[in-house]
């Protein structure tokens, strides 16, 4: 089976059982939970899912590349906290205190990026040492919490535009964005290929490094302009809460969302219904009153069954690939300069 079919394969492991997961799941709390299926709770559950989405989609790009940003939510802390003190403290205007944000968290992933791709770093300690740095650093700028930010910055993390949250359309225009730049774009392709093999990557002319440097400057934008949205919708900026855990979240959206921790698998779509899933998973537990402990256990069951999904499709394509090379017929080399028997 070629590999192209291999990978939609692996990709329907993960998107029947998902999709079936998920009607199911909207149906039971749709019966069971009192005003769940009301169009303001519906409402609440996208806008709820918004920043989510948006910093998935992001993570995903890299993990598609074959690498893995954990310091998305420290970095969504520092920016969100850091664009609180521009406006309360510094009195600074929403706007460009929001530009800064977003641009702090690209700097951020850029000293990422950089460690990474071009210091080959492993990502994995580098974003986790990263995750620290700026979690320290943000209780550096106040141990407290900045609130009361004016209505005209709330409108950007509660406003509507056509009936729809903004932050709604934000999270729309990044996957649709995302969407034309993996399936439409040679960088897109690019991404898959680093992800596939590196090696492989390089030898047909992808530059190697400038890929996993522009996914993780892309993914600290992300988590910076995330934060804004948060510390928007909220009214405050609370530095020992912002963003904190908010990477496992966006972990585990992704894997459920089919993308593979190897690289070179994964689509906007799957992401977006892992971040979906989670966000009516949340609200209907916490309508149905289930206590907060129970919920953090369904969400890290959640993960679990992420990951195994993960290992059964990667079982699934290199099974489908023994059985391909079994049916191949098998040829006698011919000795160059000979005539063949």
């Known amino acids: 089976m070629p590999k192209k079919l291999r990978g939609r394969a692996a990709d329907f492991i993960f998107a029947a059982p998902l999709t079936v997961a998920f009607v199911v799941m909207f149906g039971f709390f749709a019966i069971y939970g009192d005003g769940f299926f009301e169009a303001d709770n519906l409402q609440n559950v ?19 590349a074959g690498y ?12 969100g906290v850091a664009a609180g003190y521009l406006i309360t403290q510094s009195h600074w205007s929403p706007v460009w205190a929001s530009i800064v944000g977003v641009a702090l968290g690209a700097l951020s992933g850029l000293v990422n990026g950089v ?40 409108v950007f993390g509660s406003g509507h535009f056509l009936s729809v949250p903004i932050p709604v359309w934000i999270a729309a225009a990044v996957c649709i964005a995302a969407t034309v730049f993996l399936q439409y774009t040679a960088g897109g392709r690019h991404v898959y290929a680093v992800g596939v093999s590196q090696e492989a990557a390089y030898f047909s002319g ?15 934008a992300a988590a910076g302009l995330a934060g804004i949205i948060t510390i928007a919708r909220i009214d405050a900026a609370p530095s020992g809460s912002l963003g904190v855990g908010f990477e496992l979240s966006a972990l ?29 998973l949340q609200n209907g537990l916490a309508i149905m009153n289930v206590s907060f402990a129970n919920q953090q256990i369904a969400n890290g069951l959640a993960l679990v069954v992420a990951t ?3 290992a059964g499709s990667a079982w699934l394509s290199r099974r489908m690939g023994v059985r391909r090379l079994a049916r191949r017929p ?8 000979r005539e063949p028997a």
């Not at 893995?68 to 920016?79: A, Q």
């Not at 986790?128 to 900045?146: D, M």
């Not at 890929?211 to 892309?218: A, D, E, G, H, N």
């Not at 992704?254 to 219904?273: M, N, P």
């Open 115 to 154: 460690l990474v791709a071009y210091l080959r770093f492993s990502a994995l300690i580098v974003t986790l040492g990263a995750l620290t740095i700026l979690r320290g650093a943000t209780f550096a700028i106040t141990p407290q919490t900045f609130y009361d930010f004016g209505p005209g910055f709330a």
């Open 308 to 310: 195994a999904l993960e």
């Open 46 to 64: 996208a806008l709820q899912s918004a920043a989510l989405c948006i910093v998935a989609v992001a993570i995903g790009l890299v993990m598609i």
């Open 68 to 79: 893995i940003d954990l310091s998305v939510g420290s970095v969504m802390g520092f920016s």
């Open 206 to 220: 992808i530059n190697v490094r400038r890929i996993p440097l522009f996914l993780f400057v892309v993914s600290g």
């Open 252 to 280: 585990t959206a992704v894997l459920l969302g089919g993308v593979s921790f190897a690289g070179g698998r994964g689509s906007v779509f799957g992401i977006l219904l892992g971040v979906l899933f989670l966000g009516i």
């Open 330 to 337: 098998v040829t006698t080399p011919v000795a160059v300069g």
